[in-house]
């Protein structure tokens, strides 16, 4: 089933074979010759950690899409004014989180908004009285992207990113409304290195209720790796950096923070590198060497990107993303507080999970109560281009690092959104306080039927 907002209204598209769920073949064909993967995820690769390559033939629920969510397990949509028809760029869901009430909160971003923030009842159907209709749209006309999403202990919803080529923060009321007393009318634009990129990717709330932006800017060496904390009214803090801001000399960027307990902050990104800071924004010379660490995944040691990370109550941090070279996988490792490899997780503190034998990348993380870390993001067929036939996978482990075998087909799930479908890529997860896993991304479906070329964001939920 899918829904779409147009203007006032939601027009629901549900046939079989067009834009509804289509059957797929024994040969992973969707029916007149569209290309596709068996959703039932029965093409796997070998097991990383050792044991049986081939997957149980025993269908187990754990890891099934379920049905109770929005008829199949799945919803996609478009924004007002972008999406629908494909364009470019095509609206993306990049956060996802599961409020007090059971609402799923979704932040995306397209061709017309920077910052769309939608919410679905527990059901899967879109509740229009949030924010206009089901939308709360800040920074309107301003361009950007909205990157990252938290809420509150107060249920109040604060959205990260960069907008007006600034970084960017929004906070809203729990009812899609803009939070008066935040910023300027509930948004904050900071323009932290004038007339240079700045790009916000990862966000995290501090257990004082302070916000960390991370991302990239010109610190007035070149692009390096930058944090902005904030206040809870929205200000830059001034005790961290200089006047709220880190330009930490590290080249590169951010794409995800994480906060442990003792205040310091750690982020990740591009080639697996973590970086730690100290409470005030100061390196932690402690960690890893002279604060930063490199975990060496891909053919020559550093091909690679980390796009999620976590922090475990053991004070251990565990970072995914992507392997690159002739090798596209998931990549997981698992770093002890001082910034070693934990060799008791995986082999020598890293895992790699193929799903199809072609390309695979994590975007998401989350960490279950029980320890159990699910990984999100995309699997693609070997005999597919780098543009075609990715599904939302998600992949399930120990806390030793090892395939959760309970769960989808030996610890991996793959489902594709709608049939015949071009591209679906999960890239934010949430876990429900049941258990269950909501997986956000987007989608791109290309029919045979004239003109049948759709894309907008995406929804997944599955069971525990």
């Known amino acids: 089933m899918s829904a779409y907002l147009l203007g006032n209204r939601i027009l629901i598209l549900g046939f079989v074979g067009v834009l509804g769920i289509a059957a797929v073949g024994a040969q992973g064909y969707a029916p007149g010759g569209a290309p596709g993967i068996d959703p039932d995820g029965s093409r796997v690769g070998p097991d990383p950690i050792g044991g049986s390559g081939a997957p149980s033939m025993a269908r187990k629920s754990s890891g099934e899409l379920d049905t109770s969510f929005a008829g199949d397990g799945t919803t996609w949509s478009y924004l007002p004014g972008g999406g629908g028809p494909a364009v470019d760029p095509q609206d993306l869901a990049e956060a996802v989180a599961v409020d007090a009430g059971g609402g799923i909160i979704v932040a995306a971003h397209g061709a017309i908004h920077a910052f769309a923030i939608v919410r679905y009842t527990a059901d899967g159907t879109l509740d229009t009285t949030f924010g206009s209709n089901g939308l709360a749209t800040p920074f309107a006309g301003m361009g950007g992207q909205a990157r990252a999403m938290a809420i509150q202990p107060d249920g109040r919803i604060v959205v990260g990113g960069f907008a007006a080529g600034s970084f960017a923060l929004a906070r809203l009321m729990a009812d899609g409304s803009l939070d008066a007393s935040f910023g300027s009318g509930g948004q904050v634009l900071s323009d932290i290195s004038p007339g240079a990129s700045e790009l916000a990717h990862g966000m995290a709330l501090q ?83 002279g604060g930063r660490v490199a975990v060496p995944f891909g053919d020559t040691g550093w091909e690679s990107e980390a796009f999620a990370i976590l922090v475990q109550p053991d004070g251990g941090v565990v970072v995914a993303g992507g392997t690159y070279g002739s090798q596209y996988e998931f990549a997981v ?33 989350v960490l279950q109560p029980d320890g159990r870390l699910v990984a999100a993001g995309f699997g693609r067929a070997s005999n597919q281009s780098d543009i075609n036939n990715s599904h939302f996978a998600l992949a399930r482990y120990e806390s030793n690092g090892a395939l959760d075998r309970s769960f989808g087909k030996s610890g991996r799930a793959t489902d594709a959104i709608d049939n015949p479908v071009f591209n679906d890529f999960a890239r934010a997860l949430a876990a429900q306080p049941d258990g269950r896993l909501v997986a956000a991304g987007n989608i791109h479906i290309v029919c045979e039927v004239a003109g049948c070329d759709f894309s907008g964001y995406a929804l997944a939920r599955f069971l525990p």
Do not use: E, K
């Open 207 to 289: 257990a004082d209720g302070r916000i960390v932006l991370a991302g990239q800017a010109d610190g007035g060496s070149g692009v390096v790796v930058t944090l902005a904390r904030y206040n809870t009214d929205g200000s830059l803090d001034a005790t961290f950096g200089a006047g709220g801001l880190v330009f930490s000399g590290f080249p590169g960027g951010a794409n995800a923070v994480a906060v442990q307990p003792d205040g310091r902050i750690v982020v990740a990104g591009f080639s697996f590198q973590l970086t730690r800071f100290n409470a005030d924004g100061t390196i932690d010379t402690g960690f890893g060497s």
């Open 333 to 365: 490792a698992r770093l002890g507080p001082a910034g070693s490899l934990d060799r008791g997780f995986g082999h020598d503190g890293m895992v790699t999970t193929d799903f199809y034998g072609g390309r695979d990348s994590a975007r998401a993380l």
